[in-house]
């Protein structure tokens, strides 16, 4: 058993920061990486970032990069996404998720509650 659960989010306005961060408990000895996605409602489910617990192999959705920092804490089984210059267009559900390190939802098989991020212009 994983449990992932998620804070920050909020209201931002364009061209400001947010930090959204994601514990893992339970079985956490046996995670891989973890992974961000965003949906915003009528759209799909769309990458954002992931990273391994090791700190290897990350990976940014085109749009992300430069913009967002995906990063772990391994002692406090935390990841966080750190959102800088935000835009509008960034509004979304943002849903963490423990699995393999892909782009691809379905490879993940644990995931967090969501949190809204606003962005206003």
């Known amino acids: 058993q994983v449990q992932l659960v998620q804070s920050g989010g909020g209201l931002v306005q364009a061209g400001g920061s947010l930090r959204l961060s994601c514990t893992a408990s339970g079985r956490t000895l046996s995670l891989y990486a973890m992974g961000w996605f965003r949906q915003a409602p009528g759209k799909e489910r769309e990458f954002v970032a992931t990273?391994?617990?090791?700190?290897?192999?990350?990976d940014y959705a085109d749009s992300m990069k430069g913009r967002f920092t995906i990063y772990r804490d391994t002692a406090k089984t935390t990841v966080y996404l750190q959102m800088n210059s935000l835009k509008p267009e960034d509004t979304a559900v943002y849903y963490c998720?423990?699995?393999?390190?892909?782009?691809?939802?379905?490879?993940?098989?644990?995931w967090g509650q969501g949190t809204q991020v606003t962005v206003s212009s």
């Open positions: 998720a423990a699995g393999s390190g892909t782009r691809w939802y379905g490879d993940y098989g644990y």
């Open positions: 990273t391994r617990w090791s700190g290897a192999n990350l």
